[in-house]
């Protein structure tokens, strides 16, 4: 068996492993991720204290220091409520889905002023603030709904690269 086909093989299994806990556990990776981003909040916001306080007779060094303690506490804060880091993500999703949707519109407008059909252009705008709407007002299901939408796209993937690997012929040069 050549290295591509093992490669492609494990890597399938991979995807759809990764792809069955996205899909299984959804609920549980959103809050998760929540976590995750305090804890990143509070790692950064750790180094600029130590950053801070090692550099303090070069003298400057208090706003860095009041920036480090806000993001560390902050970051602490998300932590321990991941239920408002996903609000928050779900919420700027929405909020940039609902601007690619009036984008969207403005393109319409262009499209229509030199007559040419943009129809596809104000769909993509209705779907984008349809979008942005839901995901503003329900934004930890969304988020939890988009994670679930990867989970099933990360198993489709595997199974494709699965039957690819299955059917990739050894390489001879």
């Keep these: 068996m050549s290295f591509f086909k093992k490669f492609g093989l494990v890597t399938s299994l991979i995807l759809m492993a990764a792809g069955a806990v996205l899909f299984v556990f959804r609920e549980q990776v959103t ?7 305090g804890l990143i909040i509070l790692v950064i916001g750790a180094y600029d204290i130590i950053s801070s306080l090692v550099f303090w007779k070069r003298g400057g060094q208090l706003p860095g220091l009041i920036a480090g303690i806000i993001m560390a506490a902050s970051g602490g804060y998300l932590m321990m409520n991941s239920d408002i880091t996903v609000f928050i993500t779900g919420c700027i999703i929405g909020v940039v ?11 319409a407008f262009l499209l229509f002023r030199e007559h040419v059909n943009g129809g596809y252009a104000v769909f993509s705008g209705i ?7 839901l995901m503003c007002l329900v934004p930890q299901k969304g988020v939890a709904a988009l994670v679930l939408l990867i989970g099933i796209y990360l198993i489709i993937w595997g199974i494709l690269m699965l039957v690819s690997a299955i059917k990739f012929k050894d390489l001879r040069y």
Excluded: E, N, P, Y
């Design 31 to 37: 809050s998760i991720l929540g976590i995750a981003v």
């Design 97 to 107: 889905a609902f601007i690619a949707g009036i984008d969207r519109f403005r393109d």
């Design 127 to 133: 779907v984008h603030i349809a979008f942005g709407v």
